[in-house]
């Protein structure tokens, strides 16, 4: 093999360990070269019909070696043990670290890059920065920016990381925890009495793993007084959108989110 069929390699048989890596492939039309996924994959819905081979903290080694993977890709430090047993087992393994909306989008790129097909991850970004300022652009008109809670845990409970926090501002809102965004769950750990305190006008949750309980909110101490409850502004956002640093957060979380913010500003207006 000489050396310029080394730099026109790519990889032929993707393993992603999370799922925001499965939605950019089918959106880069090269799906075919996925050969397992998280039980966790939810976009699209045909990728669950995929061989399953890990979850987010733990993975079937022997599985992912017997499907002779030439790379793994993975999401955080959180997978950072399953990285290392792989790499001990001779693969190939990414494990990317975005946290904003522009790590994602670059991330994006990466990923077009390192399978060939840079000029339409450019496309799709390119699209993607369109729509964000489109939003933007909107929600820069409206009389005035309502106070998003955004809770992803309840016990304890974790508000909203970085690239959540850029898109309630992108959709008007502002998040009462814009000081709070870091990586790790435990710098975004906040209290009821700090709620209270900041005095939402809109409650999402969006817990990691299960079913929002909606009612669970106006039943916490001293809650019956936060705007949000008094106003019914309270609602459930899905996890697989909202949670994963990928493309749903562009193709559908914009929407979602700036529907409800809106909502609110017209009709306290």
Same mark, same amino acid.
Do not use: H
């Given at each position: 093999? /000489?050396?310029?069929?080394?730099?026109? %390699?790519? $990889? %032929?048989?993707?393993?992603?360990?999370?799922?925001?890596?499965?939605?950019?492939?089918?959106?880069?039309?090269?799906?075919?070269?996925?050969?397992? !996924?998280?039980?966790? #994959?939810?976009? $699209?819905?045909?990728?669950? @019909?995929?061989?399953?081979?890990?979850?987010?903290?733990?993975?079937?080694?022997?599985? +992912?070696?017997?499907?002779?993977? &030439? *790379? #793994?890709?993975?999401?955080?430090?959180?997978?950072? /043990?399953?990285?290392?047993?792989?790499?001990?087992?001779?693969?190939? !393994?990414?494990?990317?670290?975005?946290?904003?909306? &522009?790590?994602?989008? /670059?991330?994006?790129?990466? *990923?077009?890059?390192?399978?060939?097909?840079?000029?339409?991850?450019?496309?799709? !970004?390119?699209?993607?920065?369109?729509?964000?300022?489109?939003?933007? @652009?909107? %929600?820069? =008109?409206?009389?005035?920016?309502?106070?998003?809670?955004?809770?992803?845990?309840?016990?304890?409970?974790?508000?909203?990381?970085?690239?959540?926090?850029?898109? +309630?501002?992108?959709?008007?809102?502002? /998040?009462?925890?814009?000081?709070?965004?870091?990586?790790?769950?435990?710098?975004?750990?906040?209290?009821?009495?700090?709620?209270?305190?900041?005095? $939402?006008?809109?409650?999402? =949750?969006?817990?990691?793993?299960?079913?929002?309980?909606?009612?669970?909110?106006?039943?916490?101490?001293?809650?019956?007084? #936060?705007?949000?409850?008094?106003?019914?502004?309270?609602?459930?956002? $899905?996890?697989?959108?909202?949670?994963?640093?990928?493309?749903?957060?562009?193709?559908?979380?914009?929407?979602?989110?700036?529907?409800?913010?809106?909502?609110?500003?017209?009709?306290? #207006?």
């Amino acid at each position: 093999m /000489n050396l310029g069929d080394l730099i026109m %390699s790519f $990889p %032929s048989r993707i393993i992603c360990l999370t799922e925001e890596t499965v939605e950019s492939l089918y959106l880069l039309g090269r799906q075919e070269l996925i050969i397992g !996924v998280s039980q966790y #994959v939810e976009r $699209p819905s045909e990728a669950k @019909k995929l061989p399953v081979v890990a979850q987010f903290i733990r993975s079937d080694v022997e599985q +992912i070696v017997s499907l002779r993977p &030439d *790379l #793994v890709i993975g999401f955080s430090d959180i997978q950072k /043990n399953i990285a290392s047993d792989l790499i001990g087992r001779g693969l190939n !393994v990414l494990v990317t670290n975005q946290r904003s909306l &522009d790590e994602i989008l /670059n991330n994006i790129l990466l *990923l077009g890059r390192i399978i060939g097909e840079g000029n339409r991850a450019q496309e799709l !970004v390119d699209s993607f920065r369109a729509k964000l300022e489109k939003f933007k @652009k909107i %929600s820069a =008109g409206f009389p005035y920016r309502p106070r998003v809670y955004f809770e992803e845990w309840d016990r304890p409970q974790f508000s909203g990381i970085k690239w959540v926090s850029e898109l +309630i501002d992108a959709c008007g809102g502002e /998040n009462i925890f814009a000081d709070r965004t870091g990586a790790m769950a435990r710098e975004r750990e906040v209290t009821n009495e700090e709620v209270l305190e900041r005095n $939402p006008d809109i409650i999402f =949750g969006c817990w990691c793993g299960k079913p929002v309980k909606l009612d669970s909110f106006a039943k916490r101490p001293g809650f019956e007084n #936060v705007k949000a409850i008094q106003k019914g502004n309270v609602w459930e956002l $899905p996890p697989a959108i909202f949670l994963q640093p990928g493309p749903a957060l562009f193709v559908d979380g914009l929407d979602q989110m700036f529907e409800k913010i809106q909502s609110v500003v017209n009709l306290d #207006v």
